[in-house]
């Protein structure tokens, strides 16, 4: 798919939410650049693994760094980023409905590639990739393709995800993974050069007191790629 995703500024986002926004703006897979992910597969396999079901109020965390500057409604949000491909589902619910499903809330996604490095930021302000925007179906989902993400120095392997209902902010949270697949995936392919991620979840100050809330376990493997599902509970 060499569709460019639609690229709009928070100020326009604000105004264009709902429903009507949903079936307004197109979904790509590209920005800025279209070449294809290489590596050892290029299609995640289906949706999968072990979530945090728990139906509490999933824990608040920091969105830095970096949040977006531009709104990207698409799916595959890989551009030519390399690594092992990671289809990601997250299911919005509201506790004060019995986790039942939030549908038409916007869920946007972003992290780090396999140098730690994020787009739109440092030598990267011209890119967008590894970052994308999808609005909840009837039963609260949305999927993305992405790859495992990378890291960088102070931070455990992490993925950022918010939620936005009416263009407001109801819910910024993170995503973290097990050490034992973090290790497995940063020894394989164009991973292996920088190797395993030295800080740990328990020692992160983001998921030390919250990782239980926070943490997946993707199936899959550094050759055929991983799935995760990832429940965001916000009490609306």
């Known amino acids: 798919m060499n569709a460019r995703a639609r690229k709009i ?41 072990t979530t945090n079901s728990e139906c509490s109020v999933t824990p608040s965390e920091t969105a830095g760094p970096y949040p977006s500057t531009v709104d990207l409604f698409r799916s595959d949000i890989r551009e030519d980023r390399q690594g092992t491909p990671l289809a990601l589902a997250v299911r919005v619910v509201n506790t004060n409905g019995a986790c039942a499903a939030v549908p038409n809330a916007n869920v946007e996604i972003w992290h780090c590639d396999v140098s730690g490095n994020y787009s739109e930021y440092g030598t990267q ?48 949270t993170q995503i973290a993974f097990p050490e034992s697949i973090n290790n497995t995936v940063h020894a394989s392919g164009v991973y292996a050069s920088r190797g395993s991620n030295p800080t740990s979840n328990a020692s992160d100050g983001i998921f030390a007191d919250s990782l239980s809330a926070e943490l997946v376990t993707p199936a899959g493997s550094p050759s055929g790629g991983y799935s995760a599902t990832f429940q965001i509970a916000i009490a609306v």
Not at 10 to 36: Q, V
Not at 127 to 151: E, H, K, M
């Open 125 to 172: 302000t011209t890119r967008n990739y590894l970052r994308g925007i999808q609005t909840t179906d009837a039963n609260g989902t949305v999927t993305f393709t992405t790859i495992y993400p990378g890291w960088y120095q102070g931070r455990a392997t992490h993925i950022h995800a918010e939620v936005t209902i009416g263009g407001r902010t109801v819910k910024t």
């Open 9 to 49: 500024g928070r100020r326009e986002a604000i105004g264009a939410m709902g429903a009507a926004a949903t079936a307004a703006l197109a979904i790509g897979c590209g920005a800025g650049n279209s070449a294809t992910p290489t590596g050892p597969s290029t299609t995640p396999p289906t949706t999968g693994g």
